[in-house]
T-cell receptor
Framework: DVKVTQSSRYLVKRTGEKVFLECVQDMDHENMFWYRQDPGLGLRLIYFSYDVKMKEKGDIPEGYSVSREKKERFSLILESASTNQTSMYLC???????????FGEGSRLTVL | GEDVEQSLFLSVREGDSSVINCTYTDSSSTYLYWYKQEPGAGLQLLTYIFSNMDMKQDQRLTVLLNKKDKHLSLRIADTQTGDSAIYFCAESKEYGGSQGNLIFGKGTKLSVKP
């Protein structure tokens, strides 16, 4: 059974804290993505990676960074969390050429 | 710009058919997708259609693609209460040299009344 696993389902952090969201996939996919999902705004792409150590900015990269040291793992980092980063974060992966995305269960982050 | 548009809400009675519509802008998209998100969960692929097809049927699901109008629809026959979820339309997009990125609509929340 193919899987994308996100390390935390729920997190509560304080403003200014550093936050790590981890994502692991077991399908040997080249591409990995981080989205955030907010009511009325749908899914917005933060960053993606198409190879180890490679990263590309998505539509809303400000306030975030990413790390891809191994093919199966893609981390999203909030260097200094702010309240407007309270959201549901979804990790996904796929492999060319079909583009079918496999999603994790999501990490709901609340920043107080 | 690149936009995938879909209505935000749809309400149907159990046993009726549901039709969720979507318009997209990029005529070069290779694949178009329908994803389903149940409460508290991630997105799961329901079905997809290759851009050179105009219809795909999979059990209770029928996808229609009108490439000229850039219109995609998802029909769910005999809708059940378990079909209540948010349905996302998405188009494939070349992004930074990779064909792997998808552009999503905002999602249509389907409510099924018993």
């Amino acid at each position: 059974d193919v899987k994308v696993t996100q390390s935390s389902r729920y997190l509560v952090k304080r403003t200014g804290e550093k936050v790590f969201l981890e994502c692991v996939q077991d399908m040997d996919h080249e591409n990995m993505f981080w989205y955030r999902q907010d009511p009325g705004l749908g899914l917005r792409l933060i960053y993606f990676s198409y190879d180890v150590k490679m990263k590309e900015k998505g539509d809303i990269p400000e306030g975030y960074s990413v790390s891809r040291e191994k093919k199966e793992r893609f981390s999203l980092i909030l260097e200094s969390a702010s309240t407007n980063q309270t959201s549901m974060y979804l990790c996904a992966s796929n492999s060319n050429p079909t583009g079918e995305l496999f999603f994790g269960e999501g990490s709901r982050l609340t920043v107080l | 710009g690149e936009d995938v548009e879909q209505s935000l809400f749809l309400s149907v009675r159990e046993g009726d058919s549901s039709v969720i519509n979507c318009t997209y802008t990029d005529s070069s998209s290779t694949y178009l997708y329908w994803y389903k998100q149940e409460p508290g969960a991630g997105l799961q692929l329901l079905t997809y259609i290759f851009s050179n097809m105009d219809m795909k049927q999979d059990q209770r699901l029928t996808v229609l693609l009108n490439k000229k109008d850039k219109h995609l629809s998802l029909r769910i026959a005999d809708t059940q209460t378990g079909d209540s979820a948010i349905y996302f339309c998405a188009e494939s997009k070349e992004y930074g040299g990779s064909q792997g990125n998808l552009i999503f609509g905002k999602g249509t929340k389907l409510s099924v009344k018993p």
